[in-house]
Nanobody, 121 residues
Framework: QVQLVESGGGSVQAGGSLNLACAVS????????MGWFRQAPGREREGVAA????????FYADSVKGRFTISRDNVKNTVYLQMSSLKPEDTATYYC??????????????WGQGTQVTVSS
C-alpha cells in the first residue's frame, strides 16, 4: 500500500517562503512521476510541479516557474517543494501525488491528504 504524507504548510506573508515535504512509503512504479498539485476554494485542482524520481527531470506550471523548485531524495523517499516569492494567489491546499505523468492530475494513482498554504498580502 502506497502512502504519501505531506508536511510543511503554513501561513506566510507575500514575498515569503515555505518548504513542503512529501514522505512516500510503499512501492509504486518509479518510472512514473511524482507531483505537487494545489486547489483553492472554488477552483479546479491544478498541477504545480512534477519530477521523475529516476531521472530527476522536472516540470513546472507557468505560474510558478522561477519561484518554486521541486526536488527529491530517493534514499529518504521524499519529494520536496521549495516555494519562494509567494503571492496571495498561491494560497491553496497543496497535495502530493505519485504514480502519474507530469502535471496532469488524472493520471496519478496515489494522493496525500493535503497541507494548507496561506499567503497574506
Amino acid at each position: 500500500q502506497v502512502q504519501l504524507v505531506e508536511s510543511g504548510g503554513g501561513s506566510v506573508q507575500a514575498g515569503g517562503s515555505l518548504n513542503l515535504a512529501c514522505a512516500v512509503s510503499g512501492r509504486f512504479d518509479r518510472s512514473r512521476s511524482m507531483g505537487w498539485f494545489r486547489q483553492a476554494p472554488g477552483r479546479e485542482r491544478e498541477g504545480v510541479a512534477a519530477i521523475y524520481p529516476a531521472s530527476g527531470n522536472t516540470f513546472y506550471a507557468d505560474s510558478v516557474k522561477g519561484r518554486f523548485t521541486i526536488s527529491r531524495d530517493n534514499v529518504k523517499n521524499t519529494v520536496y517543494l521549495q516555494m519562494s516569492s509567494l503571492k496571495p494567489e498561491d494560497t491553496a491546499t497543496y497535495y502530493c501525488a505519485a504514480g502519474g505523468y507530469g502535471l496532469l492530475d488524472t493520471y496519478y494513482t496515489y494522493w496525500g491528504q493535503g497541507t494548507q498554504v496561506t499567503v497574506s498580502s
